[in-house]
């Protein structure tokens, strides 16, 4: 997987994104190498809920600036979209057959009709990367349509793959 990002100033960039796209790239590995390999399934549940809260916390930092809650920062915005970009390959590799184990709300859904749970996280990726270049090109408008696309993919993966939560009011 190739992410190609578009930086909104000329020069090289700023150290301090270098070192977070550093950073993201070496947890995702880590993470893809922990998910395929002999993990007990207790721990690859907690795993993947974290990686799930990760993408959380990026998505409500973005949505609060596309919907005007707080200030419209395309930097911010770009650091977000390529976190969820770098986490959407491993997402796959967080649920291998039968790992139903409680806290999990995963459905047997999600191998029962693999394909289209891998194609919703190709999409996740897809779409974050659009976001991430848009916000770099502070483009307002098309950042917003990015963030629904996204949120469309969001939605539609928790309808078909994840147990309803009685206190999750934003699934």
Not at 100 to 122: C, G, M, V, Y
Not at 132 to 147: G, V
Request: hydrophobic share 40%; proline share 5%; aromatic share 4%.
């Amino acid at each position: 997987m190739t992410v190609r990002l578009v930086h909104q100033t000329e020069g090289p960039m700023p150290r301090s994104y270098i070192q977070h796209a550093l950073i993201v790239t070496l947890s995702t590995l880590a993470v893809n190498v922990m998910a395929t390999s002999e993990t007990p399934q207790p721990a690859l549940v907690e795993q993947r809920i974290e990686a799930m809260k990760e993408l959380k916390t990026q998505m409500k930092l973005i949505a609060d600036m596309v919907r005007g809650r707080t200030e419209f920062t395309a930097l911010a915005i770009q650091q977000a979209a390529t976190e969820i970009a770098a986490h959407a390959p491993e997402i796959s590799g967080l649920f291998p057959e039968g790992s139903l184990h409680s806290p999990s709300n995963a459905l047997p859904a999600i191998w029962e009709q693999k394909a289209k749970f891998d194609r919703l996280a190709t999409d996740l990726e897809t779409n974050a990367v659009r976001l991430a270049n848009n916000a770099a090109r502070q483009s307002q408008n098309d950042s917003k349509k990015d963030f629904r696309q996204i949120g469309r993919v969001c939605a539609a993966c928790h309808k078909h793959f994840r147990q309803k939560q009685k206190d999750d009011g934003e699934d």
